[in-house]
């Protein structure tokens, strides 16, 4: 079946440390996402990506870095620089950007915490 | 701009009561709307989507909902409640155009009491 598979599932961050959140998709969807929700917040952007290769800032952007290297994975790297990274991380994808009527699909989450 | 707008943060219904979710939107724009689910330390999951066709949009789980353009509203129903549904709903408007903006609501939990 096809979908989304976002790895791990839980994952601790210690003081002053780079994590990295996985994310690959066998949808072969052009479009890809990451979401961060708190609770109460709903969903916010963190990053999308249109096309391999290119990938712009969401609404919160700061603290994080993406990459797509591969159609299929869109990895979410949480930086020193975050200083509240703990949160609930999705992943989504759709099949284009700019085709409003498309739904996202989602993962499943990683949740980060910080030990 | 576009903004959405669940009005409310928790409901709570009876098994086998009506459910009523609401949802209001604000779009500069022909918005298509989703609703979707979401249970605990999961993702979300479509319900339903509407996208300038019917405005009386059916979906999963016996689920369906209303594209009302003259109250900019969007609210989720389902006629009898199962304690399966309980969980958490998410309202999302989309703006069809060169650039899709996504916004999403808030939230609302239901619970259902047995």
């Known amino acids: 079946d096809g979908g989304i598979t976002q790895s791990p599932k839980y994952l601790f961050r210690k003081e002053g440390q780079n994590v990295t959140l996985s994310c690959e998709q066998n949808?072969?969807?052009?479009?890809m996402y990451w979401y961060r929700q708190d609770p109460g917040q709903g969903l916010r952007l963190i990053y999308y990506?249109?096309?391999?290769?290119?990938?712009q800032k969401g609404d919160i952007a700061e603290g994080y870095s993406v990459s797509r290297e591969k159609k299929e994975s869109f990895p979410l790297t949480v930086t020193s620089a975050q200083k509240n990274p703990t949160a609930f991380y999705l992943c989504?994808?759709?099949?284009?950007?700019?085709?409003?009527?498309?739904?996202?699909?989602f993962g499943d989450g990683t949740r980060l915490s910080i030990l | 701009a576009q903004s959405v707008t669940q009005l409310d943060s928790h409901v709570s219904v009876s098994e086998g009561t009506p459910v009523l979710l609401r949802c209001n939107y604000s779009?500069?724009?022909?918005?298509?709307l989703f609703w979707y689910v979401q249970h605990p330390n999961k993702g979300l999951q479509l319900l339903l989507k509407y996208t300038s066709a019917a405005t009386l949009v059916k979906g999963i789980n016996g689920f369906e909902a209303e594209f009302k353009k003259s109250e900019t509203s969007f609210h989720l129903t389902k006629p009898s409640a199962h304690m399966s549904d309980a969980a958490e709903y998410f309202c999302v408007v989309s703006e069809r155009g060169g650039y899709q903006k996504v916004t999403f609501g808030i939230g609302t939990k239901l619970q259902v009491i047995p």
């Open positions: 779009s500069s724009y022909s918005p298509s």
């Open positions: 989504a994808s759709s099949i284009q950007q700019g085709r409003g009527n498309q739904p996202q699909h």
């Open positions: 949808l072969n969807h052009d479009a």
């Open positions: 990506s249109q096309i391999v290769n290119d990938f």
